[in-house]
């Protein structure tokens, strides 16, 4: 059997990356945002719960889930990512009680509460008026005939969108920091991990040809001195761009995706893997010939040459599979080579037909 291969390299990443950023903080006063302490370290690995580093003394810290926070929670509110919170909550130890899902009542309060200070801080709170902090049933409508409630201020435990980080799955890791004590709050502070392990490698367009989605792939790991499988879930097209004397050049690449069959050992995040993905296959044992024994003439024939004795003739065939320097050969009708048969290779060389 003939195997045509391709071989490439690849960086074991995990499914999800995160670039966390520090936004506005609930019930903070203006002023500056200062990075105040940093609890991070590349290739750390995290756990639920976990402070990532202070903002203005300010924890940022690492929960579960798919939704990812984009309001302040307090009493009242409801939705979908109320009911994450709670989950998150209750995944760290800390019960919810008789909350539905979905709506922050005294349990979640209770357990928000519980939560910092098993950090070890404070629960931040915000004022506002009772009748508007809570949020109507789902499909109920405010009464146009109801009074106004009277807006008595009241002191509101809040679990603020700046200080924690949604991710979809544990263990995650953290693969770069990009900030120290005394820096100012913003923009790419650290960069984050966490999901099932994937290979993502690079073909030239000339390679990208002999690739298609579904195909296996070895992925071998020289540190481990291991190899697994898996298959191509994707190939898309990037740009790619070096600066050459000071100016920007682009250079066309596509990008792989592998989905291993099994899940990658987590020790193997951020390894550089070799990858083999086989692009095409004979079926079964072929008559091959190595490549240079193939030639085409003026006419436009495909052709090897066999050698009986001092004797030469010329047959002519089809070419199928090549790899590893064979090429599958099915002499055309009416011709015969056999497996054994000695071929011209080049000028001076013989070679064997065979059946690999």
Do not use: W
């Amino acid at each position: 059997m003939i195997s045509q291969a391709l071989i490439t390299r690849g960086k074991v990443t995990a499914s999800q990356q995160t670039d966390i950023a520090s936004g506005p903080r609930a019930g903070e006063d203006a002023g500056r945002s200062v990075v105040t302490k940093v609890e991070s370290a590349p290739g750390q690995k995290l756990a639920a719960g976990q402070v990532l580093l202070e903002v203005s003394g300010r924890p940022l810290f690492v929960l579960k889930g798919a939704v990812p926070a984009y309001r302040d929670l307090v009493p009242g509110k409801r939705g979908e990512d109320v009911a994450q919170l709670q989950a998150a909550l209750r995944d760290s130890g800390h019960s919810t009680g008789n909350d539905l899902s979905g709506v922050f009542g005294p349990g979640t309060e209770q357990a928000v509460t519980a939560f910092y200070r098993s950090i070890g801080y404070e629960v931040p709170a915000t004022e506002a008026p009772v009748s508007l902090a809570e949020d109507p049933e789902p499909g109920e409508a405010a009464s146009p005939v109801a009074k106004p409630a009277e807006e008595s201020p009241r002191t509101l435990p809040t679990f603020p969108m700046s200080e924690v980080v949604f991710v979809r799955s544990f263990p995650a890791y953290v693969e770069e920091v990009r900030t120290k004590v005394g820096d100012d709050a913003g923009e790419s502070l650290l960069s984050l991990s966490s999901g099932a392990l994937t290979v993502e490698g690079s073909v030239t367009p000339q390679e990208k040809g002999m690739i298609r989605a579904g195909q296996k792939v070895r992925i071998y790991s020289d540190t481990e001195g291991r190899e697994f499988f898996g298959k191509v879930e994707s190939i898309r097209m990037e740009r790619a761009t070096a600066k050459d004397a000071g100016e920007e050049s682009g250079e066309q690449k596509y990008t792989v995706m592998v989905t291993p069959s099994r899940p990658l050992p987590v020790k193997l995040n951020g390894e550089n893997v070799q990858l083999t993905v086989v692009a095409a296959s004979s079926r079964g044992k072929v008559l091959a010939v190595p490549s240079s024994a193939v030639s085409t003439g003026a006419d436009g024939l495909t052709s090897v040459t066999e050698r009986v004795g001092e004797k030469e003739r010329r047959i002519p065939v089809t070419v199928g599979v090549s790899g590893d320097g064979y090429v599958e050969i099915v002499p055309e009708k009416g011709a015969r080579l056999e497996a054994g048969s000695q071929v011209v290779v080049g000028v001076h060389m013989r070679a064997t037909a065979g059946r690999p």
